[in-house]
């Protein structure tokens, strides 16, 4: 069975950081896309980042560029999203997701999430001060 689980969300103040991570089970990650989106109140669901299997080259929301990275460990099974600089507009659930289909990530990943077909349940980021 598929199944994504984030963790590490939580409170932190402007200018801190978290690393959220994204565990897979029931299929090798290191073989596809993972993909972060973010969805704050009120608002609809957006990319954040992704990272392809194929060459590791990422892709990044222009909002979030030179402060988030994201990274893989295939070992483990997981991906990463460091998430340094927070702004009070960070403030958001995070989820990570697949399509179990693409090894490279592009644009159109980040700009329509419906194209991914596996989700997590999210975790949530408050940044506050």
């Known amino acids: 069975q598929v199944r994504l689980a984030e963790s590490g969300g939580g409170l932190v103040q402007p200018g801190g950081s978290l690393r959220l991570s994204c565990a897979a089970s029931?299929?090798?990650?290191?073989?596809?896309?993972i993909a972060w989106f973010r969805q704050a109140p009120g608002k609809e669901r957006e990319g954040v980042s992704c990272?392809?299997?194929?060459?590791?080259?990422?892709l990044y929301a222009d909002s979030v560029k030179g402060r988030f990275t994201i990274s893989r460990d295939n070992a483990k099974n997981t991906v990463y999203l460091q998430l340094d600089s927070l702004k009070p507009e960070d403030t958001a659930v995070y989820y990570c997701?697949?399509?179990?289909?693409?090894?490279?990530?592009?644009?159109?990943?980040?700009?329509?999430?419906?194209?991914?077909?596996?989700w997590g349940k999210g975790t949530p980021v408050t940044v506050s001060g």
């Open positions: 029931g299929f090798n990650l290191g073989y596809y896309v």
């Open positions: 990272i392809s299997s194929s060459d590791g080259s990422t």
């Open positions: 997701a697949t399509d179990l289909e693409a090894g490279l990530c592009r644009d159109y990943m980040l700009t329509y999430p419906h194209n991914m077909d596996y």
